[in-house]
């Protein structure tokens, strides 16, 4: 029986050359530059549309009745059920 052909991890053929300047460039990339927001965005305001986006759904939640809040899942699980039965 002869030896099963080895598989690529990726589905791109690549060149040895294209690969090896792949991995030196994934290995040498400054891990701190990929922690950092993009240029031109104002750090503070980021910060506050964080915080907005964290507290705003426990908010909505205190400011729902449980029986409103029942509605609210009962209409997402039947829309969820749906695109189920559709696709």
Known sequence: ?????????????????????????????????????????NPAAVA??????LKGGPARKAALSPKRRREIARKAAKARWKKAEQG
């Open 1 to 41: 029986m002869p030896a099963m052909p080895k598989r690529s991890r990726t589905s791109r053929s690549e060149d040895v050359n294209e690969a090896a300047f792949r991995i030196v460039q994934e290995a040498t990339r400054d891990r701190d530059s990929d922690q950092t927001e993009k240029p031109g965005k």
């Open 48 to 53: 506050l549309g964080r915080l907005g986006g």
